[in-house]
């Protein structure tokens, strides 16, 4: 099988607190501060920039992960500029309280194989929740998806999930979600997406039956009824179960 460099780019405040907080071993991950490309040395800084994503190895997965704002969006263009042409461009963007799927595609999505973005509507608990207060709760949860992802990945042998199904998924222009969940509110808009890729790993105790009829569920609110699934029994768990959702439709 062929070998693939993953890095995890954290742009911002909130895009290196997620990567800070990723645990995945065999994963490389930087951080990177657009405040300074706003300083006297700001040529010095960017070259540096263009020098460091220009060298990556072939076929790296190279994660942006940043809230949707300007300055983020300087450091995005430098690296996407910068890295080599067979590098797999994919973003991760906080959009607080914006779904991303209900906006017209903007100019720089074009710049990747898949545009995933997070409302954060999970973490908001009411009206007033403090902006701080949802991007402190979702950074350790998003890094824990992250690590999950890759662990997925690596152990393909097992959960029938390999880099071709990512790549089947992920290619051509998507946006799309991931989501680590423990359960599934089918009652959400899930429907809006076309096509999966969903993971599913359980407890020794827990019923095989109840893990093929969340991927039936799946299956049916898809509007291209477009599954690639596996699963996978944990010896540690009971009756615990965790699901990794990734789901894409076309811009």
């Known amino acids: 099988m062929e070998s693939f460099t993953h890095l995890f780019v954290g742009i911002g405040n ?6 800070n907080s990723i645990s995945a071993d065999g994963t490389v991950r930087v951080t990177v501060n657009p405040a300074y490309l706003l300083m006297p040395r700001a040529k010095t800084y960017e070259k540096k920039l263009r020098d460091f994503f220009s060298r990556l190895p072939k076929n790296t997965f190279l994660w942006l992960i940043f809230e949707d704002k300007e300055a983020n969006h300087l450091v995005r263009r430098i690296i996407t500029e910068s890295v080599p042409s067979d590098t797999i461009k994919l973003a991760y963007v906080l959009t607080p309280r914006r779904e991303l799927v209900r906006e017209d595609k ?4 074009d710049e990747f194989e898949t545009v995933f973005y997070d409302s954060l509507w999970d973490f908001f608990t009411g ?17 824990e998806m992250f690590s999950r992802l890759h662990y997925y990945l690596e152990s393909q042998m097992l959960v029938n999930i390999d880099y071709a199904d990512l790549f089947n998924m992920i290619k051509g222009g998507n946006v799309g979600i991931l989501r680590l969940l423990r359960k599934v509110d089918f009652s959400w808009h899930w429907g809006v ?6 993971g599913i790993l359980v407890g020794k105790e827990f019923p095989l039956m109840n893990a093929h009829r969340i991927l039936k569920n799946f299956q049916e609110i898809l509007s291209e009824k477009d ?21 894409v439709k076309k811009w």
Request: glycine fraction near 6%.
């Open 14 to 19: 909130a895009g290196a607190r997620i990567v």
């Open 106 to 109: 903007p100019p720089w999505a």
């Open 127 to 143: 009206p007033d929740e403090p902006l701080a207060t949802a991007f402190h709760a979702a950074s350790r949860h998003i890094a």
């Open 193 to 198: 997406w076309e096509r999966g890729l969903i």
């Open 227 to 247: 599954i690639i699934w596996g699963v996978i029994i944990d010896e540690n768990l009971d009756r615990e179960v965790e699901i990794l959702a990734l789901l």
